[in-house]
Every structure is written in C-alpha cells, then in structure tokens.
C-alpha cells in the first residue's frame, strides 16, 4: 500500500481506527473523517501518515471538500472504506420516524453518497471500495430490525455497484463484523447495564465464545483493498466467529 491513498470514515474509534491504522503502518496516506474532530485527531497522533477531516457525509459541501482535499494533497484516491455507521437497538413497538430516517441516513445514504463523490478519482486509480456491514445484515436477530434491514441494504448496494462499476476496474466489497470490541452500543445511548448484558449474552452466541477486536477486522479491510486482490470483487466476508452460521 506504499504510497496509496486511503479515505476511512469513522475514522476516529474502533473499527475505523484501527484500520487507519493498518493502512498508515502499510505506507499509505490515510484521510481520516468523522464528525467529531477530538477522536479523529488521537488516530492521526498515531501516525504522520493520517490526517484528521471533521465533516457530516450528509452535507454535500462536506463530501466535496473530503474528496477535493485529498485529490489537492495527493492528486489521487486508491481506496475508501465506508465504515461510519450508527446501530440502534429499538423494538417495533418503540422505533419512530425520526429514528428510522437518522439510522439509515447514517448507514445507507452517506456511504451512498461518498462512493459517488469519490468516484470520479476511483475511476482514475481503478481503486477499491470497502464498506463495513454486520453480521446482521444477512443474519435476523430481534429488536435491531432497523439496525439490521439498514446493513442488508449496504451488502446488496456492495454487490449491486460491483456490477456496476467492474466496467472501470472499481472493485466493491465488504466486511461484515460480528459482534467487535468498539463504542458503538455505548454511543447508541444504552445504559450500561444493558450494554453489558448484551457483551455477554452475544459472547456466548459466538462459537468461539467471545467478542472480536477491531484489529481483527481491520486485518481483513486492508486485505479487500489490497491491489493483490484484483479479482475479488461484490463479496461480504463475514468476520464473525462463526456466527453467522449458527
């Protein structure tokens, strides 16, 4: 990846960060996005490589400016991950509509939207998309119907734009993580005793018997993106433990 140009959203915990990571120690350049600029820049403390972008991927000036940014730093894109996201947990009965709309705002229309802002320089490096989906978007589960009919729409949009955008060599893949070590159930607004609950109860699920770790998936995102994978393209690798198909 030496020198290769790499876009990450939600760059600034997680699973996005450890990917930022990944890439940096690999020698690319790494725009990391978010919309809180404090985590951001603890990621771009870890490297001279990455740089911190505070922007909403649902403001059209926002999207333009990432991408503008990076083609004025660097003249090229290689590779975006798609991998801010928001998870809900909601049952029928309670979820409403401004609920609903944010969620797949957040997980279905930002990705959407960056992807097609990016594309224009994806053309010209016959780069890589990777977007982060779940192991419950393609597995049921109770009370995250939302959370999970969102991820489904991302790994059905991952393989339709393969298919649409193999004419310019752009490969589109995605990560499906099972249950992973992040701060996503505690920025989901859970009380802490219920987010503990839910550790363990989903720990247990797992056949190997316990959570993953974001650096464990963000294996997996440089893998997809890598040029050596040129032929992989409209897959969702689920890494999960084995969950999903328990």
């Known amino acids: 990846m030496q020198d290769r140009v790499v876009i990450v959203t939600g760059g600034g915990t997680g699973i996005g960060r450890a990917t930022a990571i990944r890439f940096a120690r690999a020698g690319a350049w790494v725009v990391v996005v978010g919309r809180r600029i404090a985590p951001l820049e603890e990621t771009a403390g870890v490297s001279d490589r990455i740089v911190p972008v505070a922007a909403d991927l649902l403001n059209e000036a926002d999207r333009e400016r990432i991408v503008q940014d990076v083609s004025r730093r660097w003249g090229r894109l290689d590779v ?104 996503i159930l505690e920025r989901s607004g859970l009380p802490a005793a219920t987010i503990e609950l839910i550790k363990e109860e989903e720990a247990e699920r797992v056949p190997l018997k316990r959570r993953g770790t974001s650096d464990e998936v963000a294996t997996w995102v440089m893998s997809l993106a890598d040029p050596a994978a040129t032929w992989v393209t409209g897959q969702v690798i689920a890494i999960d433990g084995g969950l999903s198909i328990s």
Not at 96 to 106: H, P, W
Not at 123 to 137: A, C, D, R, Y
């Open 80 to 183: 975006l991950v798609n991998n801010a996201g928001a998870f809900v947990q909601r049952s029928l009965e309670t979820v409403d509509q401004e609920m609903i709309t944010s969620l797949l705002a957040i997980n279905v229309v930002g990705p959407s939207l960056l992807s097609q802002a990016a594309l224009p320089f994806l053309k010209e490096t016959q780069g890589s998309i990777v977007n982060i989906s779940s192991t419950f978007g393609h597995k049921a589960a109770p009370l995250i119907s939302h959370y999970a009919a969102s991820k489904a729409a991302l790994e059905h949009l991952t393989r339709c734009w393969a298919l649409e955008l193999a004419p310019h060599r752009i490969r589109v893949n995605a990560i499906a993580p099972g249950p992973t070590e992040t701060e």
